[in-house]
């Protein structure tokens, strides 16, 4: 096992930069990550060291510095590790090395990105005597404390207890957060960042006659997403609207049941199955779609969304919205005025709420324009890197008055 106390990569003066803050987290493998990429992308006044057990996907999101624990284990230890990681803790070899990188780079504060990592990550925050702040973003705090029969809620609660600061992406998972025995004085919202300008925005309006209508429904091909009730629906929807598409951007474990599905209900060329896309080629698509269609809802296993991100994407762009009354969505897609939202789940309820939306063309600009408006002020990534960037400023503020020897 290599030198755990100073890699050799690492600078021995970290000096000329500005604060440094240790971001651990699962670099990058989902949507998720791309946001938690973006809000490091952001920060000004700190500077992000990323701590990581591997590092997935670097050539589509590229960062330095990294510092992973995985290499740094011989293999003989290695498989004692794959076994203490399942019960999502931190190995005695890994504390040491992440020591060693937190006081080689000074780190001043620990942000852990999801529940799990946070409470996998606490006997270094304890060690370090530094601030941790964690951020949840949907499976957290909605499966994962539902684990074993509810005892994932207790290995939570040493997070709650020790944590500087909890970070919700939504009112909805913070009131929930508090109610599995987080105080709730240490509960902030911090909404999810994207890139947003004025320039994204363009009203829609109804196509040619000649021409479809395109809904446009993102996300992987797992339950919570809902894609087979959206399937359901829009078979429903186009039997009075003939001239309407969808379109499906995604993949994943159901997309041969979902594939099924559209053979099944005959809709044959209406419905069209892209596969995960690019980021700029989903934003292309936004630009050339009509109505955008996200049918969240809450997976047989507990598993909720946060606010999904193609949501606020998807709107920045002018698109009208259809969707859910499922966690935090509420606070995003307000009904009658950027969109609407139906009971989650309800296939007939969606099918009307499209045909609705279809039959009212003259509304879309302006809901298009109130979504559009509401993500720049909520959700631009600018917005919310500053938020951020005051909370770490209140915590080490905090801590630099906090009287010598407390943790």
């Known amino acids: 096992m290599p030198d755990v106390t100073r890699p050799a990569s690492m ?23 791309m946001y938690i990429y973006n809000q490091l992308r952001t920060l000004r006044r700190y500077r992000p060291v990323v701590l990581a057990r591997s590092v997935t996907n670097e050539a589509r999101f590229p960062w330095q510095p990294v510092f992973t624990s995985e290499p740094a284990l011989s ?28 006081e080689a780079s000074r780190i001043r504060l620990i942000h852990a990105h999801h529940g ?5 990550i606490l006997p270094l925050v304890c060690s370090l005597r530094v601030p941790l702040v964690t951020s949840f973003y949907g499976w957290d705090a909605s499966q994962l404390p539902q684990t074993l029969g509810g005892l994932g809620r207790f290995f939570l609660r040493p997070l709650f207890q020790k944590a500087s600061l909890i970070l919700a992406l939504s009112e909805a998972m913070a009131a929930e957060l508090a109610t599995l025995g987080c105080p709730r004085d240490k509960i902030r ?34 339950e919570k997403k809902g894609f087979s009730v959206l399937i ?36 044959g060329p209406k419905v069209q199955m892209t596969g995960f896309l690019q980021h700029a080629e989903v934003q292309t698509l936004f630009g050339l779609s009509h109505i955008l269609v996200q049918a969240s809802l809450t997976a047989s296993s507990g598993d909720k969304e946060g606010i999904p991100g193609v949501l606020m994407e998807g709107m920045a762009t002018g698109l009208p919205a259809i969707s859910t009354y499922h966690a935090g969505i509420p606070e995003l897609v307000r009904e009658g005025v950027s969109g609407r939202l139906v009971p989650e789940g309800n296939v007939q309820a969606l099918a009307q709420a499209i045909s609705d939306v279809v039959r009212a063309p003259e509304v879309w600009p302006e809901w298009g324009r109130t979504g559009h408006e509401y993500v720049m002020r909520e ?20 801590r630099s008055s906090d009287p010598p020897g407390l943790p």
């Open 379 to 398: 959700h631009n990534v600018v917005v919310q890197r500053e938020r951020l960037e005051r909370f770490y400023d209140e915590l080490l503020e905090v």
């Open 232 to 267: 359901r629906a829009f078979a429903i929807a186009q039997r009075t609207q003939p001239n309407l598409q969808l379109v499906l951007v995604g993949d994943g474990p159901l997309r041969p049941e979902l594939e099924a599905l559209v053979s099944d209900l005959g809709l």
């Open 189 to 222: 919202v911090q909404r999810v960042g994207v890139e947003v300008e004025a320039a994204d925005f363009r009203p829609r309006s109804s196509p040619p006659v000649d021409e479809p209508i395109t809904l446009v429904s993102v996300g992987r091909f797992i």
């Open 116 to 120: 799990q990592d946070g409470r996998y």
């Open 11 to 33: 600078p021995r003066s970290t000096s000329d930069h500005p604060s440094s803050v240790g971001h651990f987290c699962r670099i990058f493998l989902r949507s998720t990550e």
């Open 75 to 102: 293999p003989g230890i290695r498989h004692v590790a794959d076994l203490m990681h399942r019960g999502r803790l931190l190995t005695p070899w890994e504390r040491l090395y992440f020591t060693g990188i937190a």
